[in-house]
């Protein structure tokens, strides 16, 4: 997807907590962007009736904004992570993936984002991770396929359980049918530096979730702490310059990440979980770290207002450029 479209927000960060889709679509459009990502198709319609998608869509229209949707949790190993899915499919995931894909077509919806896992599923007491990758591969290539069918493309977003490579290695799985969202913040979990990942990643993306946050380095290794874009480790102008060398520039979404992840590298256990750190990306990272916060933690609000100025002021540069 080109991000011609200007760039989106997510439902759940608006200010005020929009209890409506009007209310979400008019404060998307009243902090400029051009797309607002819902969690799920059944936000816009919950018996996902063609009448009710096709009136979501001619609202979003009516702002000039157009819809994102999540699909949520593709784990073969724990299907039950989605619950509304399942339920979609009378329990066959496969069949709750063309479901919510036949009605992303109708609202209007290209692209469909999804996860495999959560952090914990890295730990050595659950199914070996190598096996989730592996299983849930066949579950994303077979879904990918099914929504193809209604020209619905999937993208598997750098989740906090997942390095680049363990993304690259479902891309390949899929031959190339699936795209990645490529969320910088997610990553730095791993230890990988935001331009090292991005350019092993490049050629994939399709939508770049924006954020920022710092490495505050603790007894045991470090804590994410959460920034407003443009505070923290991540320097946004390279990763984006990297990717618009790639070719058409992908779709910018601002997503404001909740939680202060804490990364006990320091803990041979940890590196047992994490095989892909490398020493530089370490090193790189370790360098740019802090003893302690600059600053007091912004809040959600704030961190929105300062992105969505941030993103505003990118697009308007970008467009003027070319």
């Keep these: 997807m080109s991000g011609s479209t200007g760039f989106g927000v997510v439902l759940r960060d608006l200010p005020g907590a929009p209890a409506t889709l009007a ?3 008019d404060a998307a459009a009243a902090a400029g962007a051009g797309r607002l990502q819902v969690p799920s198709l059944l936000r816009l319609d919950p018996a996902l009736d063609p009448a009710g998608l096709r009136a979501a869509r001619a609202e979003a229209a009516a702002r000039g904004l157009r819809l994102d949707a999540q699909l949520g949790v593709l784990n073969a190993v724990r299907p039950e992570r989605n619950p509304d899915l399942l339920r979609l499919g009378d329990g066959d995931p496969l069949r709750g993936v ?13 692209t469909l984002h999804f996860t495999i896992g959560q952090l914990e599923d890295r730990e050595p007491d659950r199914t070996a991770w190598s096996e989730q990758l592996e299983r849930s591969a066949v579950l994303v290539a077979a879904a990918a396929e099914v929504a193809a069918a209604h020209a619905v493309r999937l993208v598997l977003k750098t989740h906090e359980e997942m390095s680049s490579t363990d993304v690259l290695a479902v891309v390949d799985a899929c031959d190339g049918a699936i795209g990645v969202g490529l969320s910088p913040v997610n990553l730095l979990i791993g230890l990988e530096e935001p331009g090292a990942a991005t350019r092993r990643l490049a050629g994939h993306v399709d939508t770049v979730f924006l954020d920022d946050a710092s490495l505050v380095r603790t007894p045991g290794g470090y804590r994410r702490r959460m920034e407003p874009l443009g505070h923290g480790t991540i320097d946004w102008p390279e990763v984006l310059s990297l990717l618009s060398s790639a070719g058409d520039g992908p779709a910018l979404t601002l997503d404001i990440h909740r939680a202060a992840f804490d990364i006990p590298c320091f803990d041979p256990g940890w590196s047992r979980c994490w095989p892909d750190v490398t020493v530089g990306e370490f090193a790189a990272l370790a360098g740019a770290s802090t003893a302690e916060p600059v600053a007091p933690e912004s809040g959600w609000d704030e961190r929105f207002a300062t992105g969505a100025a941030w993103l505003r002021a990118w697009t308007t540069d970008a467009q003027a450029a070319a």
Excluded at 98 to 110: D, K, M, P, S, V
């Design 23 to 25: 209310a979400g679509l």
């Design 98 to 110: 063309e479901r919510t894909a036949a009605a992303a077509a109708i609202a209007g919806i290209e």
